[in-house]
């Protein structure tokens, strides 16, 4: 199988850095989508890269391998330089052997199979708005304009190591592969995707057309796009890299337009891919922790224990773990405040833009309820 690959990565409308990056290299190709501040963002998904580039260059070990190396570098750089601290970034990976493509993924980037006119999601986003869609507290709709929706609950390059999604597919003449940033989803609904990616003969053209349409819905993010087109037939340097159990290529062989194509996959043992397919609760608190940065400066109004309560964090909670606590418990009756139509939902929550904003909700619920209850125990 030959790929011809097109590539575009674009800074948006709004943005004023572009924090993705991306690989095509055949036969590797990967995005990334940075975050942690400008300077953070730029050097987690750039380092990610350049680390994952660098592993598979060496032909050892499997691709999750590669991927946690390319954490470890992200999460190491990100304690020892101060001006990064806190950064870390999506990946998304596709490496092509033979007639398979071998897929990794951390974060909330995508990897879209388009055949026979018709899209396919090949991955799961790592946010907490995925999570609370497949918890069945919010609709698949619902999560597209979800205030948190950019929340990630996994990315590279926050603690030393990360669960990585593995996956791969036999592919076929004709097969589209398309790898890109949440700037492209977040703005494109996967129909446009489609309708483009259905359009659009060359490969280029098509990432270029699919950019265009995200700058043309706002462009609020950064966007990268990667298509791959699968033809049948050989590389054209099949035969030249082709090595035959050379324990040592030399490094000046290897360049990007003629990568190490099928060398891998003798190395390849299946066992070792069982790498964190499952998620260990222990990382998954990890996440949590991850999280709560952003959900310290998250407030909201609910009820505790039968009380008006003003609480740090976001009213939900994520296999178990509540994503909130309690800072100020009032002495409100929540049934009294839940009897008058406007706050019929306290008990959802009622968002606030900080503590003062808080304070002045419970205050206007004071006012609503014309009494005033401050001083009693
Ligand atoms: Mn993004």
């Known amino acids: 199988m030959r790929i011809v690959p097109g590539a575009t990565s674009d800074i948006g409308k709004v943005r004023e850095g572009n924090e993705d ?3 095509a290299l055949d036969p590797l190709f990967a995005v990334a989508d940075g975050m942690g501040g400008h300077r953070g963002g730029e050097v987690a998904s750039k380092l990610a890269l350049e680390i994952l580039e660098n592993q598979f260059r060496r032909r050892q070990g499997a691709l999750a391998e590669h991927v946690q190396e390319a954490n470890l570098a992200v999460f190491e750089r990100s304690q020892l330089d101060r001006r990064v601290a806190g950064m870390g970034t999506t990946l998304t990976v596709a490496v092509m052997e033979d007639e398979r493509v071998r897929l990794a993924h951390v974060g909330d980037s995508r990897a879209y199979l388009y055949r026979d006119g018709e899209l396919r999601l090949l991955t799961e986003d790592h946010t907490l708005v995925q999570r609370m869609v ?3 507290e ?6 597209e304009t979800h205030p948190y929706r950019s929340v990630l609950t996994r990315a590279l ?3 030393q190591s990360v669960a990585v999604d593995e996956g791969s597919l036999e592919v076929q003449d004709g097969d589209r592969l398309l790898l890109c940033t949440d700037g492209l989803t977040g703005m494109v609904t996967d129909e446009q995707i489609r309708a483009i990616l259905q359009d659009v003969g060359d490969p280029q053209e098509a990432a270029d057309r699919l950019v265009r349409a995200a700058n043309r819905a706002g462009g609020i993010d950064n966007i990268t796009a990667v298509v791959l087109d699968f033809e049948a037939g050989e590389k054209d340097d099949e035969a030249g890299t082709q090595g035959q159990g050379v ?3 030399a490094a000046s062989a290897i360049s990007g337009a003629q990568g190490p194509r099928g060398l891998r996959s003798r190395g390849i043992r299946p066992a070792r891919l ?3 397919v499952g998620m260990p609760l222990a990382i998954f608190i990890v996440v949590l922790v991850g999280l709560r940065l952003y959900l310290d400066r998250q407030w909201y109004v609910g009820v505790q224990n039968g009380h008006v309560t003003e609480f740090r964090g976001i009213p939900s909670e994520v296999a178990g773990f509540e994503l909130h606590h309690p800072v100020v418990v009032t002495t409100i009756p929540a049934v009294d405040a839940e009897r008058l139509a406007v706050y019929a939902h306290l008990d959802e929550g009622i968002p606030a833009t900080g503590r003062e904003d ?3 909700i419970v205050e206007q619920i004071r006012t609503d309820l014309g009494t005033s209850r401050t001083g009693v125990p």
């Open 138 to 143: 919010i609709t698949a709709g619902e999560a």
């Open 134 to 136: 497949d918890e069945g």
């Open 358 to 360: 808080a304070d002045s």
């Open 21 to 23: 990056s991306y690989l």
């Open 274 to 276: 069982a790498v964190s």
């Open 247 to 249: 324990a040592e290529p």
């Open 157 to 159: 390059g926050v603690e």
